[in-house]
């Protein structure tokens, strides 16, 4: 089985930096695509992100377009989600999650998430 493991959230200011990691154990994640999914107190869960198996294509939520950058190290088992710019509303628990491509709404295995927060 596959497991999915977060990391690297954090307290930033509004304007700063975090890169959040996926990494996998178990079974090989070659064979899936990678969501980031996000999920604020009293809001729906979001897609916020997702990655071919083979990196070759992304895509991106419109809040997070031109901020973040999804990217797999397929070798290390890792997914990244490089986040720039952060803004207050970007505060949430992310999670990641197999998919077995990102134009199919199904979702797989889920980590446990990690919170990031964007406060003055």
């Known amino acids: 089985q596959l497991q999915l493991v977060e990391s690297g959230g954090g307290l930033v200011h509004p304007g700063g930096s975090l890169r959040l990691s996926c990494a996998a154990s178990?079974?090989?994640?070659?064979?899936?695509?990678i969501g980031w999914f996000r999920q604020a107190p009293g809001k729906q869960r979001e897609g916020v992100s997702c990655?071919?198996?083979?990196?070759?294509?992304?895509t991106y939520a419109r809040s997070v377009k031109g901020r973040f950058t999804i990217s797999r190290d397929n070798a290390k088992k890792t997914v990244y989600l490089q986040m720039n710019s952060l803004k207050a509303e970007d505060t949430a628990v992310y999670y990641c999650a197999t998919k077995g491509s990102c134009t199919n709404p199904s979702v797989g295995s889920w980590g446990q998430g990690t919170q990031v927060t964007v406060s003055s």
């Open positions: 990655i071919s198996s083979s990196g070759d294509s992304t």
């Open positions: 178990g079974i090989s994640m070659d064979y899936y695509a």
